[in-house]
């Protein structure tokens, strides 16, 4: 069974950082391209960030490009997201999903950051 | 404001058939393939359909897809209450180099 459960979510303070985790089990991670959607209090899904299977090729959105960081590693069947100089408007549940073909196939259940003094 | 357009809430009665719309632009939906997603309140979002018009195992036919030009469109058939959800689609924008969603379209079973 496929499985991907998110973690390192939590409250900072504006201008802060955060490292979140995203465990992957029941599939070959190496295989597969992953992505990190976020979605805040009561708003629609935003995409933030890409990796490509071996880490070569990385896509992030405008909006927190220069801030945020995707990598991942594969020996640890794991996926991250650095995110730096973190914003009120930062704030929301951050899914990790599993890219197959040209759709997100797998999400895990999402982990909340909250950006607040 | 979303690069995909959506109707903010659509509303039909049990049994019935509902449409959703997605409108974008040739740099995502007119030339790359368009998922669906389910997000049920409190839960996270579940593909319904991909490739414009493909269902993952376990979904039934109730819930369709096609694709037009530089629109999408959902389709949901035999409408149950479970069915209340919010409905996001999603592609790839070669613009801007990103994946974009729609803003989502709260469904009301009647």
């Known amino acids: 069974e496929v499985q991907l459960v998110e973690s390192g979510g939590g409250l900072v303070q504006p201008g802060g950082s955060l490292r979140l985790s995203c465990a992957a089990s029941?599939?070959?991670?190496?295989?597969?391209?992953m992505n990190w959607v976020r979605q805040a209090p009561g708003k629609g899904l935003e995409w933030v960030s890409y990796?490509?299977?071996?880490?070569?090729?990385?896509y992030s959105a405008d909006s927190v490009k220069g801030r945020f960081t995707i990598s991942r590693d594969n020996a640890k069947n794991s996926l991250y997201l650095q995110m730096n100089s973190l914003r009120a408007e930062d704030t929301a549940v951050y899914f990790c999903?599993?890219?197959?073909?040209?759709?997100?196939?797998?999400w895990g259940q999402g982990t909340l950051v909250t950006v607040s003094s | 404001q979303s690069v995909l357009t959506q109707p903010p809430s659509v509303s039909a009665a049990p049994g019935q058939k509902v449409t959703i719309s997605c409108s974008g632009s040739t740099s995502n939906i007119g030339n790359n393939y368009v998922s669906w997603y389910q997000q049920l309140p409190g839960t996270a979002p579940k593909l319904l359909i991909y490739?414009?018009?493909k269902r993952p195992s376990g979904i039934p036919d109730r819930f369709s897809g096609s694709k037009s030009g530089t629109s999408a469109t959902l389709g949901i058939t035999g409408l149950q209450t479970g069915d209340e959800a919010d409905y996001y689609c999603?592609?790839?924008?070669?613009?801007?180099?990103?994946?974009?969603f729609g803003g989502g379209t709260k469904l009301t079973v009647l």
């Open positions: 990796i490509s299977t071996g880490s070569t090729t990385i």
């Open positions: 999603e592609t790839w924008d070669t613009s801007l180099s990103a994946g974009v």
């Open positions: 999903a599993r890219e197959k073909g040209n759709t997100l196939d797998y």
């Open positions: 029941g599939f070959t991670f190496s295989n597969y391209r």
């Open positions: 490739d414009n018009n």
